[in-house]
């Protein structure tokens, strides 16, 4: 039985119209994931609600990320034979959120070869015992289905472009070092979260080397790119070796997990994930095995060419 029949055969819940993915520093059972593993989870969750004929939608609202970010207007001319704007997405609620009251998702879906199958009947499950029309939650499971539609994207993009002041802010960086629309490259490294959160400065000479070694081999002498990191340090290391790499030294902040946050490092965070999504192409690197959701979802969404590279 295919994994779309499965679903069908098995949601039999006739109560749930609607489900948003709820994006917000603490839920019920535990604290926010990162924004990249966030946007993961709304594709997760958008191929599940077009599956079965519901709602979807997404809330920033009870981010402090939501004060860079624009509300989202409904259109009436996005319009597609297997998914509307419309039917998808309604942010003219009146409904009160209880925000306090978000749970946590948590099976992320890792291994979509092993666990697809498991991961459909957990969530599921999950998804007949809501009793509520409009079901708020935290999903940041990878999506069932690798093939993301154009649409979905859209749609997505729509619930996550830069309001007045974080346009200037673009605006501003991309004068000062010189950059125009889809006309650079980026080099985005993920040093990891000892990094991010508990500020550890000193980098490993082997995690630089295989860095330099790598972009040696894939950047292009005539090309301009600019580097973002969640390390301040790394950037001057790439800097010194590669004269067409240019970089900016500011707060950084993760917007999830229980890193302390404030205005300055939420501006700086998503002026990156701008960056990333405005560049030509992404050269990607991570400690992590999954790699970096950061730049990988920001590339999906923008439609950017990426080369991940995991740092061993």
């Avoid at 535990?30 to 609600?49: E, N, V, W």
């Avoid at 990320?65 to 009146?94: A, G, H």
């Avoid at 939650?137 to 830069?162: A, V």
Wanted: net charge positive; charged share 20%; with cysteine.
């Amino acid at each position: 039985m295919s994994l779309i029949k499965y679903i069908k055969n098995n949601f039999n819940n006739k109560i749930l119209k609607k489900i948003v993915n709820v994006y917000q520093l603490q839920y019920t059972n535990s604290k926010a994931p990162g924004l990249g593993d966030f946007l993961r989870g709304c594709f997760c969750l958008m191929q599940l609600t077009v599956i079965l004929n519901l709602e979807f939608d997404i809330d920033f609202k009870n981010h402090p990320m939501s004060q860079y970010i624009r509300p989202f207007i409904k259109s009436n001319t996005e319009k597609s034979s297997q998914l509307s704007f419309e039917n998808m997405c309604d942010n003219n609620e009146s409904t009160t959120i209880n925000y306090e009251n978000i749970h946590f998702f948590q099976n992320n879906n890792f291994n979509l070869v092993t666990s697809n199958e498991n991961f459909i009947k957990e969530i599921i499950n999950y998804l007949n015992n809501i009793n509520e029309t409009t079901h708020y939650m935290m999903c940041n499971s990878y999506p069932i289905f690798e093939n993301i539609s154009p649409i979905g994207k859209n749609l997505i993009k729509s619930k996550i472009l830069p309001n007045e002041l974080m346009q200037n802010n673009i605006i501003l960086r991309f004068k000062k070092h010189n950059l125009s629309f889809k006309n650079y490259g980026v080099i985005h490294i993920r040093c990891g979260d000892e990094y991010l959160i508990d500020k550890k400065t000193k980098m490993h000479n082997s995690f630089t080397d295989i860095i330099s070694n790598t972009l040696k081999l894939n950047l292009n002498p005539n090309k301009k790119y600019f580097i973002c990191s969640d390390n301040n340090d790394v950037k001057l290391i790439i800097k010194n070796n590669f004269s067409n790499c240019i970089y900016q030294l500011n707060e950084i902040n993760h917007l999830g997990e229980s890193s302390i946050k404030t205005d300055n490092g939420i501006m700086f965070t998503l002026l990156d994930f701008y960056t990333i999504g405005y560049s030509n192409e992404v050269i990607s690197f991570s400690k992590y095995s999954h790699g970096t959701g950061f730049s990988q979802w920001c590339s999906t969404i923008f439609n950017v060419p990426i080369k991940k590279i995991i740092l061993s």
